[in-house]
């Protein structure tokens, strides 16, 4: 009896179409080969029969759901980049760093002649000497009443400069040391360091260049732009533009698949770290936010790819078992497909699928992993469990 046959997804439908067809076909075109033993659902050829050779079989494995070909923006990662600016107002004499240069924490980036730093410079070094001598005085003071050669008043007075200086020493150096200076400098020549460790991703400075501590208050472009910008690339965030509908199978710490068009078959890996609480209202998407790994610095901030959202492990056990689409074939509105119970002995199984999905389809009911599966020849055995009328 031929099957009855119902539009459904493009790989089922053409296994339905083929085995219509192989209904229709000749009973004579297997007569010639050994015959196969059928009972019932199942079906088993003696050993070295030619029909083996055209069935292939595969072990179902334990489904690995996927949100497919999420859109997704590259970004430095913010807990790794630092975008430097200036403290001080001066002109720049020399340019340390350039793009592409790997730095080191407290690596120079730049030299910049700055009045600023040289007044802070010199106020350090005279409290310094301001608090030498009223050090000296008050030592002195003390032998001096010791001696009866000075009075108590005297001697108050001289603790009281003394720790007047002490704090102006304290406050001077402090001013100093938030510039990355010392107390032992012989210049004006104020060096611009870098906070962290990495590569200098960006560079808005040239020699010559006239600069102000408040640039970065700026509302210009121009003047907004950080001097420098250090990052370490070997991480980059990802932005994420989840539909609405895919927001229940998010959950952070899932694995991400990434795909870029400038590296053809090559998948970059991450994480989800960070689900938005808001929807866009505009686009109906979630922002999300994941942490791709870009050891050989292959990826760059700004590119665009496409992700693969793997689900999260402790919800695989609902997932069911996924097999290549070729599996399985429909009949009277039931799904089917074979699988080997033994060396050359196949059955018949009836399933529950979902919706097939580049060219793999999920199985809810009726096979567990480890089982294996007849991926080519399905439609052979089926002419042979139910061969035409």
Known sequence: MTPKIHAKPAGILLLA??????????P????????????????QFAAGSPQLDSISVDEARTRTIAIHHLTG?????????????TPVAGRVTKVLADLGQVVTNGSPLMEIDSPDFGQALSAARTAVANLAAADKANTRTKELLAHGAAAQKDVEAAEAAYGAALAERDRAEAVLANYGGSDRSTNELYLLHSPLGGVVVDKNVNPGQELRADMMLGNVPQTFNSLFTVSDPAWLWLQLDVPETDLSAL????????????FDGKTFEGRLEKIADTLDPATRTVKARGLVANPELLLKAEMYVTVDVVQATDRMAAAGVEIPSSSVFMLDDNYYLFVETAPGQFKRQQVKVGAEADGKIPVFAGLTTGQKVVTEGALLLQSIVNPAD
């Open 17 to 26: 179409l083929s085995l219509a067809l192989a209904g229709c076909s000749k």
């Open 251 to 262: 959950a952070p710490g899932q694995r991400l698949m990434i795909h870029s068009a400038a």
């Open 73 to 85: 923006r590259l970004y430095l990662d913010d807990d790794l980049t630092v975008h430097v600016f």
């Open 28 to 43: 004579a075109a297997t007569s010639e080969l050994p015959a196969a033993k059928v009972t019932g659902d199942e079906v």
